[in-house]
């Protein structure tokens, strides 16, 4: 039985699919905590923002990386904020990592969405 996701504020149908999610005990950089993720999704349904927070840690006050870039996705219907696009996700390549300790920022990594449960409504299909 497959799940239908939707956005909470306006209800519509985000077309999100289970087969691309994410398992919840995987370990991401950016955590996953209150949050589903996704591997793809169907860009037609949102509006991308950039957000470059390029600071050390020290002078904000919503800290979430001091180098790290992620990019806000909002409901294309209503406008809001439903998530955001990580570059944490699995691996591009099968590469080893810099001096084969393991993969890192160096090796080129696929974009995770992350899309926060308080932001969702999640139904059933029957």
Known sequence: MASIYCCKECGTNLNLQSTYLYP???YFEAGNKGT???SLIDSSKFKFDK??????FFETVNYWGIQRKRTKIKCNSCGKLVGYIYDDGAPMTDSPGQFHMGPSQVVPRNPRYRFKTKALRIASET
């Not at 957000?51 to 050390?56: A, F, L, M, T, Y």
Request: proline content about 17%; hydrophobic content about 35%.
């Open 51 to 56: 957000e470059d927070k390029i600071r050390p």
């Open 36 to 38: 589903l993720s996704f």
């Open 24 to 26: 919840p005990d995987f």
